[in-house]
């Protein structure tokens, strides 16, 4: 049986790490998208369809900490490049990554998505 290099063993071992990696943060994506859903069928089934300050209360709530501003700036109507991001980084579950790789170029907000 040959013997594996070194080089190759590590290059494995690397490129499985990122698949975890990879992983886990999907998986905290779909947790947050989860939360969002959950949120919004508990909001549903209180009958609260009008009740648009409490629904606004729970979707901060599910914003990360560090985009919080960003949602802040945008509703405030102070910055339209806030109100792109916002929304950008809702669509994308809150990753700035994912903003980035965004392929939907039939999206009117596409080529302003990294302005914000
Ligand atoms: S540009 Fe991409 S990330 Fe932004 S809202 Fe449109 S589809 Fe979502």
Do not use: H
Request: net charge positive; with cysteine; charged share 35%.
């Amino acid at each position: 049986m040959p013997v594996r290099s070194n080089n190759k063993t590590s290059n494995k071992s690397y490129n499985k790490l990122k698949a975890v990696e990879e992983c886990r943060q999907r998986l905290k994506q779909l947790e947050a998208e989860n939360n969002r859903l959950l949120d919004w069928l508990s909001f549903l089934q209180e009958g609260a369809i009008f009740d648009w300050e409490n629904k606004k209360k729970k979707m901060k709530r599910n914003i990360p900490k560090k985009f919080r501003g960003i949602y802040d700036k945008a509703k405030n109507g102070k910055s339209r490049k806030m109100a792109i991001r916002a929304f950008c980084l809702e669509c994308c579950s809150y990753s700035s990554k994912e903003v980035k790789l965004c392929t939907d170029e039939g999206c009117p907000l596409y080529k302003y998505r990294l302005t914000g």
